[in-house]
C-alpha cells in the first residue's frame, strides 16, 4: 500500500508535488497542534537569529476548514497545468521562477506586516495560471473580492501583491502568449542538476525517450503521439496565444459529410 502510494505521488510533477505536499503537512501539522504556529511565521527578527526554517514554513500554513481544502485543490490544479503544459520538461525553469517570485512577494509583503504568505503564493499561481490558460483572467481578482468579504480591505493587500507579482512574471517570461528569451529567468546548470527531468537525446528512438520521461515522472505514461504533460500541443506551450486565439493541436480539416462522395 505504501509503495503504491509513493508510486501515485511521484506521477505529480516535481515543483507541483513539492509546494502541495509541503502545504498539506506543516497545515495540518498546526491544525493538529503538532507545531505551534509562532515557530512558522516569518518575521526578520528571528531569522536573524539563525531560525531560517521559517524562510521556507512562511509559505505553507493555509489555514483550516474548507478554506484550506479549497486552496489546496486550486493550488495543485493550476500549478499542475502549469507544470504539464506550459513548463512542459522545464520544471527546473518553473522552480527557479517560483524562487524569483517568491523572493519579490517577500521583499514586497514585509511593510505589509505579514507572516504567513500562502495567500500571495497561491494567488500568483493562479494568476499567471489563467493567463496562460484558457481560464477567466478576472478569476485571481475574484479570489481577492472573496479576501475582502472575509476580512475586509486590509485582508487583501497580500493577495493584490501576488497579482502584482504574478502579472510581472507574465510579462517578463510570457508577454503576448509567447515565451521570451530572458537569460536571468532560466534555470541555471547547477540548479538544473537537481532535477532528474528527461531530456531529447539526439538520434534516441522513442522507446528509449518515453523510459527516460518514466524515470523523471514516476511510470506516468502518456498516450501515443504525445510527449508528457504536453495536454495534447506536443510542444508544452501556453494555451493562449497572442489575440486570444488557441494555439497548438492537429488541424484535422473540414471532413466531407456522411453520405456525400
Known amino acids: 500500500m505504501a509503495?503504491?502510494?509513493?508510486?501515485?505521488?511521484?506521477?505529480?510533477?516535481?515543483?507541483t508535488r513539492t509546494i502541495v505536499v509541503s502545504t498539506l503537512v506543516l497545515s495540518l501539522s498546526v491544525i493538529l497542534q503538532l507545531?505551534?504556529?509562532?515557530n512558522l511565521y516569518y518575521h526578520w527578527h528571528f531569522v536573524k537569529q539563525w531560525e531560517l526554517w521559517r524562510l521556507y514554513s512562511c509559505w505553507f500554513v493555509a489555514g483550516s476548514g474548507l478554506n484550506l481544502i479549497f486552496s489546496v485543490l486550486m493550488l495543485y490544479r493550476n500549478l499542475n497545468e502549469l507544470e504539464e503544459q506550459s513548463y512542459h520538461r522545464r520544471s527546473h525553469d518553473l522552480a527557479w521562477q517560483t524562487i524569483l517570485a517568491l523572493t519579490a512577494l517577500l521583499i514586497i509583503n514585509i511593510p505589509l506586516g505579514g507572516g504567513f504568505l500562502f495567500n500571495p503564493m497561491y494567488i500568483c499561481?493562479?494568476?499567471v495560471s489563467c493567463w496562460l490558460s484558457n481560464s477567466p483572467t478576472y478569476f485571481p481578482f475574484a479570489l481577492v473580492f472573496l479576501d475582502v468579504i472575509s476580512g475586509g480591505p486590509s485582508a487583501c493587500l497580500p493577495s493584490l501583491t501576488g497579482c502584482m507579482v504574478g502579472h510581472a512574471w507574465w510579462l517578463i517570461e510570457w508577454r503576448g502568449g509567447q515565451r521570451q528569451?530572458?537569460?536571468?529567468t532560466r534555470a541555471p546548470e547547477w540548479f538544473k542538476q537537481w532535477f532528474a527531468e528527461p531530456a531529447t537525446q539526439p538520434g534516441a528512438t522513442s522507446t528509449e525517450q518515453t523510459s527516460n520521461e518514466g524515470r523523471a515522472y514516476g511510470e506516468a505514461r502518456a498516450p501515443n503521439g504525445r510527449g508528457f504533460g504536453d495536454g495534447g500541443f506536443g510542444t508544452g506551450g501556453p494555451r493562449r496565444q497572442a489575440g486570444g486565439q488557441q494555439g497548438g493541436g492537429y488541424n484535422w480539416g473540414t471532413g466531407n459529410r456522411l453520405g456525400v462522395q
Open 181 to 184: 528569451n530572458v537569460s536571468w
Open 125 to 127: 499561481f493562479v494568476y
Open 35 to 38: 507545531v505551534n504556529p509562532r
Open 3 to 15: 509503495d503504491q502510494f509513493i508510486a501515485e505521488l511521484r506521477k505529480i510533477p516535481p515543483v
